[in-house]
């Protein structure tokens, strides 16, 4: 059976510091790892993901994942974050054989002051 | 592509009355998946199909719910009688049958008083 831990339900940070959010999985089989961002009232968003090839992928607005076999681990970093970056984020998991069955983490509220 | 819609957006019934939420996946995707969303439990996969078919339904809580989806265009949720632990916001999303990651709608929110 695949199960996502997010290890801080909540992160504060200022505005401009760097940031990682936490996400460790467990799966016997092959993985891929998923980031899903939620502003405030809305749906979920595909932030990043891993499915093979390079461990680090990289979205759009300057976060990056780093998939760790070793460490069975898929954090999320943004070296330098912005008020606009408050939401939630939800790290998951799609593992072989589980018809492609997504598993949700619990989430990480991001909250960036000024 | 106009995305997942779902609808309606904002529900308010009350208690003891049927509901009926509604989705429309991404034209080609094959798998569709009912998620509900509250505080307290966080993100909960309900039921979800692969070619219209329903392959788990082991997170519907209880014979309240029920879900189909009688063509690949069209899906329903729909919860009788509804009760105010109900109250949730309840999310649509549709994949391509693979390893892809989900495109998720922007939720129903439901409010049973």
């Known amino acids: 059976a695949q199960s996502v831990t997010q290890l801080d339900s909540q992160v504060p940070v200022f505005e401009e510091a760097p940031v990682e959010l936490r996400c460790n999985y467990s799966?016997?089989?092959?993985?891929?790892l998923f980031w899903y961002v939620q502003y405030p009232n809305q749906g979920l968003q595909l932030l990043l993901k891993y499915l093979s090839g390079s461990t680090l992928v990289e979205s759009i607005n300057g976060f990056e994942a780093e998939f760790n076999k070793s460490q069975t681990s898929f954090h999320l970093r943004k070296p330098s974050v912005h008020i606009s970056d408050t939401a939630e984020y939800f790290c998951?998991?799609?593992?072989?054989?589980?018809?492609?069955?997504?598993?949700f983490g619990k989430g990480t509220l991001l909250t960036v002051n000024p | 592509d106009a995305g997942v819609i779902q609808s309606p957006r904002h529900e308010v019934t009350e208690m003891g009355q049927e509901v009926t939420l509604r989705c429309k996946p991404i034209s080609g995707h094959n798998s569709l998946f009912w998620y509900r969303q509250t505080m307290m439990r966080g993100l909960e996969l309900l039921i979800y199909f692969n070619n219209n078919v329903p392959i788990d339904d082991s997170g519907m809580p209880e014979d309240r719910f029920s879900a189909k989806m009688p063509n690949a265009s069209f899906s329903t949720l729909k919860i009788q009688p509804s009760e105010p632990r109900d109250s949730a916001v309840y999310f649509c999303a549709s994949s391509p049958l693979g390893t892809n990651g989900y495109t998720f709608g922007s939720g129903t929110r439901l409010t049973v008083v």
């Open positions: 998951a998991v799609i593992s072989g054989g589980s018809n492609y069955k997504l598993t």
């Open positions: 799966s016997s089989v092959s993985v891929y």
